[in-house]
DNA sequence: ATGTATACGTACCGATCGGTAACACTGTCA
DNA sequence: TGACAGTGTTACCGATCGGTACGTATACAT
């Protein structure tokens, strides 16, 4: 067994690297650029730049680009259900309450400087082509998102449970496209208060 | 004055052409192809070739492809305020059928077969980049658009009438978006629907 | 010391990107 | 007849696209 200076191995010298992994720069650095300028718009080359690394390396870890466009994605969808379900566990049986949540922080994120919508629904837009892989991964997401949202509003006891829970995530899909074409102070910063209006009225009937 | 053949000129020999224009060619092809596969997956090449010009051709009636992306937007533009006004003259002086009236219509429109979305909400995703000529467009027919359903909102009687204003924008946006992504059956054709109600439960504050 | 596996970099590929130069042809109108 | 506007043709530009062939450097086990 070795005496010092590899359990956590050589803090990298200049080449000739170290566990940090290229995979992981890549990847840091693709989420950034494609989340703010939008997939089609960025090349691999500058990827590999900006991570500081090479084009072979991008491509022993990651088949294609697409398939890289694809992990980004998939990491924003663990994302995005870590965010959803802290909302959902702040408020235990109360769904109406969790939406409140959950679209609040929305609402506010959406009012940010640098805010550009969901990177799902982006990506949607950038690849309209069915079976692309990063479309791929974000139906699933928003197949799941409406699946618990129509739960949560028959939770809720609505009458018409799958009319609201869809009510609800058109409010927030407009507020994700909305976010980005207006910026701070646009239609987003209401959808709280639209949503739960669409709540009291779909409960009283 | 001619004897014939010329109220329409010369059905076009294999070369040297007739008036029809080029230009409108070209436009007429980019709107199909930037519609149905975005702006930023069509290249120059493929315009010309299925409007069956050259790419002279092309850059002699447009600057650059981004101003021929702008020009495709602002006949979007056109033809999307023909559709908004047909709803509102259709009632006049009624606000709420007003906005019935066209969310049916793009209740309707979103489960087609092809639907593909709006073509500024597309085109401002696919260019977040400030001042590009074709977010532009698009930002100002947002503008005008939130504008004037706000405005119908107040005249509605609605207690908070830009709220309400913004929640239907928020709602189109979503329907807009939620059409091309998940298609026929998906949560936009209850767009009409929950927008009814959400005004419902405006108009009651 | 040497083999082996792994990760790396240099250099390059053909294709396509948006855009242009230069010139020939046609129909219209004066 | 002659000027003009608009089109077509061919050929080309430098830049960038996504992707790869191939040699090199290191780490570890034998």
Redesign the interface.
Known sequence: MPTDKNIEPTINNGHASAPPKAAKKILDVARDLFY???I??IGVDEIVRRAGVTKPSLYRSFPSKDELAASYLRQYDLEFWDRFDEAVNAHPGDPRAQIKAFLTRVGKRTQMPQY??CGM??A???Y??HGHPARVV??AN??EL?RRLRAMAVAMGAGDGD?????L??????????G???GAG??????A??AD??I???LKK
Chains 1, 2 share one sequence.
């Open positions: 703010r300028q939008g089609r718009a550009r919508g629904t982006n949607a837009v950038e309209p082509e974000s139906e928003k197949q409406r009319t609201l829970g869809d009510g995530l058109l409010l927030i899909e407009g507020a994700y496209i909305s980005q074409l207006f646009g239609p987003a910063q209401s959808v208060t639209n209006l669409l009291e009225a779909s």
